[in-house]
């Protein structure tokens, strides 16, 4: 029945692409007694319109991602909004899409952990997969373990991208790494009982991988894509050869993996340890 924008060009915009009315404010617009009013205002104002909404009785009401900026004020409209019927539903779009639904499906047993990759800013992108997060771990709060504060805002970042460790009920660790790149990496990965589901470029990209018995080793398991098993058993027939023959004959005085090497890797191990104790 209309929208509602302070600007004098938005409202002749809006007008023109829809043929409704654009009123001046919030208050006008509500005057109409709208059925259904989505909030897509900047995020200082949300909880000001919703509260608008809420005292007019709206009774459905789509409100952009973030909800408000302040949690303690969400909880409270959330409160609202149900004692009084009216139904709220914030813009994280990726809990209805197919290809992040897959995810949460139990047909690969219990969840053991999950990982996340995001880019350009933890409240723009990350916050959707902290919200697919917390959906896979049944809207269970989960318990901050460490923060790693990443890089500074920069020219292709104007937010931070912290990177971060989470603690699920059930200890299900939860990796959130936060990269400053100029392009969207939006990426997660969760893991189960029998394989993993992951869920790549924002959900334009999905691969299922099975847990299958490794035939060169009893005992012993590797990952296969339902949509495309890699040949495994072909790969480390080729792998060995050539590390026997690195091993014999190789170039230098020994193979490109030697004592030196491993005696780096496990130096690196140890400082590792030593700092988490």
Avoid at 82 to 96: H, K, L, N, P, T
Avoid at 130 to 149: A, E, F, N, R
Avoid at 237 to 244: D, E, N, Y
Wanted: aromatic share 6%.
């Amino acid at each position: 029945v209309g929208g509602a924008d302070p600007d004098s060009q938005a409202r002749r915009d809006f007008t023109k692409a829809t043929g409704i009315m654009a009123y001046t404010t919030v208050g006008a617009l509500l005057d109409t007694v709208p059925d259904l009013v989505t909030i897509a205002s900047p995020n200082r104002f949300h909880a000001q319109h919703l509260t608008a909404c809420l005292d007019a009785g709206v009774k459905y009401i789509w409100l952009e991602k973030p909800a408000t900026t302040d949690s303690t004020v969400t909880r409270a409209l959330a409160a609202r909004a149900r004692a009084q019927g009216s139904r709220v539903m914030v813009g994280f779009q990726r809990r209805y899409m197919p290809s992040y639904q897959n995810l949460k499906r139990d047909d690969l047993g219990a969840l053991v952990g999950i990982d996340v990759t995001y880019s350009r800013g933890l409240e723009t992108n990350g916050a959707h997969m902290v919200d697919l997060i917390l959906w896979l771990l049944k809207d269970q709060t989960p318990s901050l373990m460490g923060v790693v504060p990443g890089p500074l805002p920069t020219v292709h970042v104007t937010e931070a991208c912290p990177s971060f460790l989470l603690q699920g009920v059930g200890n299900i660790p939860v990796t959130v790494t936060g990269l400053d790149l100029d392009y969207h990496s939006i990426d997660i990965v969760a893991h189960y009982k029998a394989g993993r589901k992951a869920v790549r470029h924002g959900g334009q990209t999905t691969q299922t991988e099975l847990k299958t018995p490794n035939p060169l080793f009893a005992g012993f398991y590797y990952l296969h894509s339902v949509n495309g098993p890699q040949n495994i058993q072909s790969e480390v027939c080729k792998v060995f050869p050539a590390m026997l023959q690195d091993l014999l004959q190789g170039p230098g005085d020994q193979p490109l993996s030697n004592l030196d090497s491993a005696a780096l890797g496990k130096s690196i191990v140890t400082q590792v340890l030593d700092i988490c104790v």
